[in-house]
């Protein structure tokens, strides 16, 4: 089972930030929060992945609160191309030999 | 660099027919896998390799095979297809150190 919770759907109007919130209550220390999306049943691509500390890419920033339970991912600028379902997954430490558990994401509609 | 390919884009079979979905990956990595993507649904394991001649089963795993004899291709086959093998298939794979997974572009299946 996924070890995350997201809300089924959100609306954003474009050039505005999107926050897509991820309740993981249960991680474990030596877990990471990985980001995910997939657009119109494309393969799923990888936006970001943290630890403890925020972290920033090109893509988006991922906001991993003090105690780790919850996190958020911001685009900054969405455009209408950020339409997807996002994908929030806690994963362990091994890299690519730990397996990725989804679960039903959060589908991001931007309006124009 | 191609990345992930898979092949073909869109399958039909009959019930009992057997058949084999290919993925190649030029990026020489380790970590190869196969999910299955149901309508509305997350993806779901089915199988996993972590290197030529090593291969594991996932969450779903019941229905196929799969062998990894090259470190490039890692094909997933179905032995006597059913309509509940309807689905969307996706390839990925990872170095075993990376954080990222690289997802092919799908296999859309439909079984008679």
């Known amino acids: 089972d996924a070890k995350t919770t997201q809300p089924p759907s959100m609306d954003c109007a474009e050039g505005r930030a999107a926050n897509l919130p991820c309740n993981h209550s249960t991680i474990s220390g030596n877990e990471y929060v990985y980001w995910y999306r997939q657009i119109h049943s494309q393969g799923p691509q990888y936006i970001i992945h943290g630890l403890k500390n925020n972290e920033t890419n090109e893509m988006a920033s991922l906001i991993i609160t003090e105690d780790r339970k919850s996190s958020t991912l911001i685009l900054p600028h969405a455009t209408l191309r950020d339409t997807a379902v996002y994908y929030c997954?806690?994963?362990?430490?091994?890299?690519?030999?730990?397996?990725?558990?989804f679960g039903k994401g959060t589908k991001l509609t931007v309006n124009p | 660099n191609a990345g992930v390919t898979q092949t073909p884009k869109f399958q039909v079979l009959k019930t009992g027919q057997s058949m084999t979905l290919q993925c190649a990956q030029d990026?020489?990595?380790?970590?190869m896998s196969w999910y299955r993507q149901d309508p509305g649904m997350g993806l779901r394991l089915i199988h996993y390799s972590v290197g030529a001649g090593i291969t594991d089963q996932g969450e779903v795993p019941n229905g196929y095979n799969v062998s990894r004899s090259t470190t490039e291709d890692f094909p997933l086959r179905l032995l006597s297809a059913a309509p509940s093998q309807t689905s969307v298939y996706f390839c990925a794979s990872s170095s075993i150190l990376a954080h990222e997974q690289f997802f092919g572009p799908g296999t859309r299946l439909t079984v008679l």
């Open positions: 997954i806690v994963r362990g430490t091994q890299g690519g030999s730990e397996k990725l558990v």
């Open positions: 990026m020489n990595h380790e970590y």
